[in-house]
């Protein structure tokens, strides 16, 4: 039913039990397209805290890559563990314009995201709920873990 699958992660405790969700979608068929997408949103970062990253020699970069390492890891562990093949796709910019951008591309048939409910007021207020926009703007069916 579902041949090419997309996975948004931000690394949430979450991720597991969603890679579990998809493994047991596609568990009859599992050669099936997985894409594990993880998005860095662009931020300005003030010159106060860049160099306070760098004057205790840390490289902001490589900060970062070390996170998204972890993110990734734990939405791979499942599909590994399954014998289940996937890609992992990572990109910068605003999570909700390459989410859908990528799955266009890609011509999902699901996307499978997990709902927080962690929205603080000043993220709703100044960014919207990512997975509310998700759902309004996905060119495929949206599937949501709780």
């Known amino acids: 039913m579902f041949e090419r699958i ?39 970062m ?30 791979t562990k499942v599909f590994r563990e399954n014998r289940i093949p996937y890609k992992v796709r990572i990109k910068r910019g605003d999570p909700v314009k390459v989410i859908t951008k990528i799955s266009e591309e890609m011509s999902c048939d699901l996307m499978i995201i997990g ?12 960014k919207g709920n990512i997975m509310a926009r998700l759902i309004d703007n996905s060119p495929c069916p949206v599937m949501v873990i709780k």
Request: glycine share 4%; charged share 30%; with cysteine.
């Open 46 to 75: 003030p010159a106060e805290v860049e160099y306070e990253i760098v004057s205790r020699g840390h490289d902001f970069e490589e900060m970062l890559s070390s996170h998204v390492k972890e993110c990734i890891q734990k939405s």
């Open 115 to 126: 709902y927080h409910g962690e929205t603080t007021l000043t993220e709703l207020i100044f």
């Open 6 to 44: 997309l996975f948004p992660t931000t690394g949430s405790k979450l991720s597991e039990k969603i890679s579990n969700t998809i493994v047991e979608l596609i568990k009859e068929k599992p050669d099936r397209e997985v894409t594990i997408l993880h998005v860095l949103e662009k931020y300005d």
